[in-house]
């Protein structure tokens, strides 16, 4: 039998003593989740830190609190220690989510239900300013969607426990909702963890109001998916998770912070309170990172994580092959989780947009060198990089397929799925250089409103709804003649209808062994190759 204290339960004020009161049953919600969250944690990378990371950050912020009767008081020495202390990207986003309630609320000494309402609508907004590139079905989809769900329910009269009650199942539903948001969430039967975060921070918050002991246990819920353990775990392009904080000369805006160092990685978020700033971002340069940065003022922090060593990335020690490795680069995680089913030890996803330099190159194949190493390019430009890298460095040992892009990486390796070593998989590519391999991909562009197919061959553009006459134009019978085998890799913007009609395509044509992949690349609709 559940035990409420609901004294407090009826007000419609948060004072600073109930505020306390909450984030400390927040934390202790947290704190007992820690190991949970750590173990679904797959976004932005699989290194089972993001249940360690909230906690630590939140953490730094209960260390601060006082027994003050402001709620401004007791906010605003929480959430400065939180920004200080913020521990990886989840943490760090959530000290800007606290912020911005604090923003909000400065001065006040209460808050009521429907200041607290657009505190939190102003929180979501403020913590993804600091992201420079949000994703839908991660903590910042339930920052907006709890509070969005929640307020057509919250009237005048609404006390705070009412408020909490149902803001926490609506985030709870949000949280739930993200598996359906991300294919990688998709493809591991997780919700995102720093949403599953959030939520059992407000949960503890809210049990608090009610003076309920009991907290949630992510473990024993039978809401929450059960992750596969076997799936495929896409191993990060950018190699090490570097952190800084900076007392800043001259303060400047996000914008300026974020344009030092936006080029050199991802999961990029830039934090700035009054002159301290706090930058995370993953990269295969750490330190040209802290050299931007230094530039703008006085570093007084700095993590350096390489997500390599983590246990989630154990396998990169792992080689499937005697005496050599495979290495590939590609684009989109299906496509990477193909190659690697083809033999290719690793295959990296390069993100769209970004030239890997030869020193990132260096970084990333460099685990690899101790025995001779293959390596497929992604493009022709990184095919040119790795060969100086083999020419400058004399690296013997180091073998640069001319089989690059997506289509001849895939057929190559297929090629050699059962040679026995290095050198007769070597003398195996050298013999498929003489094959007749086809490629071609389909983009999609916005003119006058509507998508628009272009062929990356030069074919004229076909409208979204003449898909079939695209096909038959860039593909079609006599194109495709000279082949045996179809594979299509289909991206992020390739649509079930879309995917229907190019697999009726093909299997209408007997002469052909046709295979179609979710690639999940960005850069093209999809990608027919044929061999």
Known sequence: MTIRDDSAASG????????????????????????????????????NDTGANMTATFERGISSLKDEASFNDVMSGFVKALLFGSKGNSGLILSQYFRGIHETTKGKDAVTVAELCGALRYANQFARKAVLHPVEGTVLTVMRDGIERTMP???????????????????????????????????????????????????????????????????????????????????????????????????????????????????????????????????????????????????????????????????????????????AFTSGEGNAAALEALGADVAFTVPRGHSPSEEELKVLISGFLKKDLIVFARDAEMQERLRRIKWFSNLRSLYVCDAWGLVRSFFALSSVLFADDAAGTIESLENFKRQMVFQVGVEATDSSN?????????????????????????????????????????????????????RAHFEANAGIEFTYLDGGQADSVFVIGAL
């Open 12 to 47: 419609n004020t948060i004072d600073g003593r109930l505020l306390h009161k909450m984030l400390l049953n927040g934390f202790a919600s947290l704190s007992k989740n820690k190991a949970y969250l750590d173990s679904v944690n797959v976004f932005p990378v699989s290194d």
């Open 153 to 327: 329910k919250v009237g005048e009269t609404t006390s705070v426990a009412e408020f909490f009650d149902e803001l926490v199942g609506q985030m709870l539903f949000c949280t739930q909702e993200t598996v359906k948001q991300m294919d990688r969430l998709r493809d591991n039967n997780v919700v995102d963890s720093g949403a599953l975060g959030l939520y059992v921070i407000f949960d503890g918050m809210g049990r608090a109001v009610h003076g309920d002991p009991h907290l949630f246990d992510c473990g024993e819920d039978d809401s929450l998916p059960i992750r596969v353990l076997d799936g495929f775990k896409n191993i990060s392009f950018f190699r090490y998770c570097t952190e800084c904080a900076v007392i800043v000369h001259d303060a400047r805006n996000k914008e300026y912070y974020a344009g030092l160092v936006e080029q050199r990685g991802d999961s990029v978020v830039i934090a700035l309170n009054g002159d301290i700033l706090k930058v995370h971002i993953h990269t295969n340069a750490p330190q040209a990172i802290m050299d931007a940065v230094s530039g703008v003022g006085d570093v007084v922090s700095t993590k350096v994580d390489d997500l390599f060593l983590t246990n989630e990335f154990d396998r990169l020690n792992q080689r499937k092959h005697d005496g050599y490795a495979v290495v």
């Open 450 to 502: 509507s998508v628009r197919y272009s062929s990356t061959d030069g074919k004229r553009p076909a409208t979204a709804g003449d898909l079939p006459s695209l096909l038959n134009r860039v593909a079609g019978p006599e194109r495709l003649a000279p082949y045996s085998t179809v594979v299509v890799f289909g991206g992020t913007d390739c649509t079930q209808d879309d995917a229907g009609a190019i």
